[in-house]
C-alpha cells in the first residue's frame, strides 16, 4: 500500500511538471505573437538614416577631393611646377583628403577620434621600425624632388642603371632603357648615388674617334671629318667643330672629331657621323688600320 501511494505521488509530480512547461511555452508563444514590431520602426529608421548619412559624407568627400586635386593640378601648371613634384604632392594631398573623410565619419558615429590618433602613433612606429628601408626611400623621394637632380624625360646615369625618367614615385624611380625595358630604382639608392644627368643641358657634344694609318694623308683625313660634321643634318649650325690628332698609338694615328647637337639628337647623330666618316674614308682611300695576325708554317 505505502509503494502504491509513492509511485501515485512520483505521477503527479511529472504531470505538474509537464503543466508548468507547457504553460512557459504558451507564454513564450503568446510573447513571440504578440512582439510589438512598431516599437522597433524608429531604431530601424535611425540606422538607416545613419547609413545613408555615412554614403552621403564618403561620396561628397570623394568628390571634394576630386575638386581639390583639379585646382591644384591647375594651379601647379600654371605656376610651372615640376611635373615629379606635382605628382608626389598630389599623392599627400589625397591621402590628406582620405583621412579627414575617415575623421569625420568616425566623428558622426560620436567615436573619439584622440584614441584613434594615439593607435595609429602606435601603429605606425611599429610600421616605421619594420619598414626602415621604405622610409629611407621615402626620405629619399623627398631629397630628389627637394634637390632636382633629374626631372621626369631626363636621361640619366647612375651606378644602378641608366635611362630616360619616366617616373619618381615614392618609394622608386622608374628608368625606361634604349631597348625599352623599365628599371626601378629605390628613391634611397637614388639619393645616396652619384647621378649623371645627360639631358641637364639643350644642348650636347658629340665626339667621334677614329684611327688612321701612318701612311695615310694626315691633313687630307681631317678635312674630311669636317666635311662629314659641317654636312650632318644633326649638327647645330653654330657649332664649333675641332678635330685634332688624340693619339699618336703603336699602330694608328688617332683622330678625334668634335660638335655640338641638340640633347635629343645625340645618339642619331653618333650613328650617323661614325658610318659616314668610314665610307667617307674608303672613298678617298684612308686606311683605317686593324690588328692583323700572320701565321708562318715551316714544313
Not at 54 to 59: A, D, G
Not at 163 to 192: F, W
Not at 234 to 247: G, I, K, Q, T
Request: include cysteine.
Amino acid at each position: 500500500m505505502l509503494l502504491l501511494t509513492t509511485e501515485t505521488e512520483g505521477l503527479t509530480g511529472q504531470v505538474e511538471a509537464l503543466k508548468d512547461a507547457a504553460q512557459t511555452a504558451e507564454t513564450v508563444s503568446k510573447k513571440l505573437i504578440t512582439f510589438d514590431f512598431e516599437s522597433m520602426i524608429p531604431h530601424i529608421l535611425n540606422f538607416g538614416i545613419k547609413v545613408l548619412v555615412i554614403l552621403l559624407i564618403w561620396f561628397i568627400g570623394k568628390k571634394l577631393t576630386k575638386l581639390v586635386l583639379h585646382l591644384f593640378e591647375k594651379t601647379a601648371n600654371y605656376n610651372n611646377f615640376d611635373i615629379s613634384v606635382t605628382k608626389f604632392l598630389m599623392i599627400l594631398i589625397q591621402w590628406g583628403m582620405y583621412f579627414i573623410i575617415v575623421c569625420t565619419i568616425l566623428n558622426y558615429l560620436n567615436i573619439g577620434t584622440t584614441s584613434l590618433v594615439a593607435v595609429l602613433g602606435s601603429a605606425g612606429l611599429a610600421i616605421g621600425l619594420a619598414l626602415q628601408g621604405s622610409l629611407a626611400n621615402f626620405a629619399g623621394s623627398v631629397v630628389l624632388l627637394v634637390m632636382k637632380p633629374f626631372r621626369i624625360g631626363d636621361y640619366i646615369i647612375t651606378s644602378a642603371g641608366e635611362g630616360t625618367v619616366k617616373l619618381i614615385g615614392l618609394i622608386y624611380t622608374t628608368l625606361v632603357t634604349v631597348d625599352g625595358r623599365e628599371v626601378h630604382i629605390p628613391n634611397g639608392t637614388m639619393a645616396n648615388s652619384n647621378i649623371t644627368n645627360v639631358s641637364a643641358s639643350p644642348t650636347r657634344g658629340v665626339s667621334v674617334k677614329v684611327g688612321i694609318s701612318y701612311n695615310s694623308d694626315l691633313k687630307k683625313a681631317k678635312e674630311l671629318i669636317e666635311k662629314t660634321m659641317r654636312e650632318c643634318e644633326y649638327v647645330l649650325p653654330d657649332s664649333e667643330f675641332r678635330v685634332f690628332v688624340s693619339n699618336l698609338g703603336a699602330s694608328s694615328v688617332d683622330l678625334e672629331g668634335r660638335c655640338s647637337v641638340a640633347t635629343e639628337n645625340y645618339w642619331p647623330a653618333t650613328w650617323y657621323l661614325t658610318e659616314q666618316i668610314k665610307l667617307i674614308f674608303d672613298a678617298d682611300n684612308i686606311e683605317i688600320p686593324f690588328s692583323q695576325l700572320d701565321v708562318h708554317v715551316k714544313q
